[in-house]
């Protein structure tokens, strides 16, 4: 099913947050354990299974909205939320600019 979104899989998703220096330590413990959820119900994808994407729509029209890949720590449960578009942005820009670096 296509969303006319690219696909953003773990790895991606863990490459856009390297390429905007987003660190991997949680800011409430402080712990390196930042994760993000994939969606990989049969456990066989590995990093090509795609990021787990929240959407939020305004209530009573669920056409305007964003979505959310969110990062939950695994030492203490604090969850953070990167706004989609810039996501897609920065992969739609990539490929655009191919090499760019
Ligand atoms: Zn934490």
Do not use: W
């Amino acid at each position: 099913m296509s969303s006319g979104f690219p696909e953003v899989t773990g790895a991606r998703f863990f490459e856009f947050l390297q390429a905007k220096g987003i660190a991997a330590e949680c800011p409430a413990c402080h712990q390196r354990r930042m994760s993000h959820a994939v969606h990989d119900p049969d456990g066989t994808l590995g990093e090509n299974a795609p990021a787990v994407r929240v959407q939020q729509v305004l209530a009573g029209n669920t056409s305007l909205g964003y979505g959310q890949f969110p990062q939950v720590c695994l030492n203490c449960g604090y969850i953070r939320y990167f706004r989609d578009f810039e996501v897609f942005d920065f992969f739609a820009n990539k490929s655009d600019d191919d090499g760019e670096g």
